[in-house]
């Protein structure tokens, strides 16, 4: 299959028609305009710095239900003791950052680039995109961010400075997500980490089907805040 070519046009090449590597499309630009509308699509951009912008739209897509999170006993323990304040849109351009050092410490390079970077705190002013944090002694410990749209969250990246730090994000945001009846978190590629959480590859058309689902309730606008339970 060919890989498409993004113009200025908002549009894009239906998600099933993606290289067999996943890879949709190529250009285009990081607009609030253009990203919502890939999501909704089931596409979402992946490249690196001194590389075009990449669009992907992976077969399978790995996801999970936030109803179905799962949790080991380690880390209900660890919930259960209340070492991590967790805090939702509190400081989404410390989480951003802190996810593309981290990144780019392990591989030597990272596409959270400094325009990606611009691009997402668009979407969190706008209220699409969020951060979940987990905070210790005042200092911000780990965390992660993604977009919002309809019932569906589409997860991008977390980092963790402390042990567990980004996994009790993840499982407090989740229950919230939950509570407010969310029914899918997009986590895009497999992972063994989230593989422990309960995501699974779900073939492209079934996700599809589910986030066309997901999108017919209205989006939760930011900022977010945990609610009691």
Excluded: N
Excluded at 23 to 44: K, Q
């Amino acid at each position: 299959m060919p890989v498409f070519r993004l113009g200025r046009r908002l549009v894009f090449p239906p998600a099933e028609a993606a290289h067999e590597s996943g890879l949709l499309a190529v250009g285009g630009d990081l607009s609030a305009e253009r990203l919502l509308l890939a999501y909704a699509s089931g596409i979402f951009p992946w490249y690196e710095h001194g590389m075009p912008i990449l669009w992907h739209s992976p077969d399978p897509r790995f996801a999970l239900r936030p109803g179905e999170l799962h949790l080991s006993r380690s880390l209900r323990k660890t919930l259960r003791q209340r070492r991590f304040e967790v805090r939702l849109d509190a400081s989404f351009p410390a989480v951003i950052r802190a996810c593309a050092e981290a990144r780019s410490e392990r591989r030597r390079g990272t596409w959270i680039t400094p325009e990606m970077v611009q691009a997402y705190e668009e979407l969190h002013a706008s209220g699409h995109a969020h951060s979940a944090e987990a905070w210790i002694d005042g200092e911000l410990a780990g965390g992660l961010y993604g977009v919002s749209l309809g019932a569906c969250f589409f997860g991008e990246s977390m980092f963790a400075r402390r042990a567990d730090a980004s996994k009790v994000a993840f499982a407090t945001l989740a229950a919230q997500l939950a509570a407010w009846g969310f029914a899918l978190i997009d986590c895009q590629v497999e992972t063994q980490h989230l593989a422990r959480f309960g995501a699974t590859p779900w073939p492209r058309a079934r996700f599809l089907e589910e986030l066309a689902r997901a999108l017919e309730r209205p989006t939760r606008l930011g900022p977010w805040r945990l609610e009691e339970r």
